[in-house]
């Protein structure tokens, strides 16, 4: 082959990782084991850790059946991967996969139990509104997947509701600290729901922990999108002790606006503070915080959880539910 010849099949693509592009040139006999080498070199992310997000259809016939190791040898030739391609590169270095994560990174906490939900009409307020609508003009909504028609939204928390964090200092891995059930609750859930994550925690925190629970090539489910905490915005809600307190919430509207298949009727947000979904109590279900995660292995609130949303998820209007007693519909408790 001449080197003209050779220059023509030469291929660049470009990933997108923390905030900047990254250029990797390829030869059509390399690999995506060349790809994830040639980008740990750039990013410090070791290949193991690295999922590449939109460089290659996940249907095509030349991947579909075969394992990570075996996708990482084909050659990039048989992949149909288009000149100047651009993906994403998801994963986190080494070094910072287990660091604490920061102090002004900590969600301010209150006593959840000390909500109250009689002061919903006071979360909307003029000023809460507001910020609303301010926080609507900045925030992006960068999709992983594509909707699907038909389909319920589920909005999942994680700290403390999929994940203790706590227990971060003792894990060896980070399934260590995932709730029991927790793959079988999200390839569950898909069925009948889109799924997306909100974390009150900054963008690459969520990024580690969705990698490092392997969201991203389950190919079972995906993932529809991620939030992170510059989407929310403070407001001061009233607690029963009389006191007002101000916490950052997670109000639905910004996710409905720009995605308007999305609403209250088909809308359900799971976390375990009540807090959070003080804009949209309606719908908002309360799990308990997940804690002890090495020792608290028999937790089944994953389990019932996935029996409440398959019962609910043929509903039409999840405005008519009330899904505070969540454990009543499904049994699990008998009404007083």
Known sequence: MSKEEETKESLEIFAKWNGKEYKVCLK???????????????TQVLPKRQKLIGLFNAGHEEVKGRSQAEVDMIPISRLSIPNKKKFMLVGTPEESIFQELKPEEMPDVFNDFDYDPRAVGYTRTEENMS???????????????????????????????????????KATSTRDIMRPHLEEFLIAAFKKYDIAFWSQTHWKWIEMKLSEMGCFNNP?????????????????????????HTHEVKALEIIWNKLPQYSAKN?????????????????????????????????????????????????????????????????LKKPK
């Open 267 to 331: 809308t359900i947000h799971v976390d375990d503070l009540r807090r959070n979904f003080a804009m949209n109590p309606q719908s908002g279900l309360k799990v308990h915080a997940f804690k002890d995660a090495l020792q608290n292995r028999e937790d089944k609130e994953l389990f019932h959880l996935s029996q409440y949303l398959d019962f609910i998820g043929d509903h039409e209007d999840f405005t008519t539910l009330d899904h505070s007693q969540w454990k009543y519909t499904i049994g």
């Open 28 to 42: 059509p006999e390399q690999t995506i084991c060349d790809v994830k080498e040639s980008l740990f070199h750039a």
């Open 131 to 169: 910020k609303l609508h301010n926080r609507l003009k900045t925030t992006e909504i960068h999709l992983i997947n594509e909707p699907r028609p038909d389909k319920k939204l589920l909005v999942l928390d994680l700290d403390y509701t999929l994940l203790d964090m706590k227990a971060l200092d």
């Open 220 to 244: 079972h489910y995906h993932v529809l999108f991620a939030l992170d905490r510059k989407s929310m915005f403070p407001i001061t809600t009233h607690a029963k002790e009389g006191k007002d």
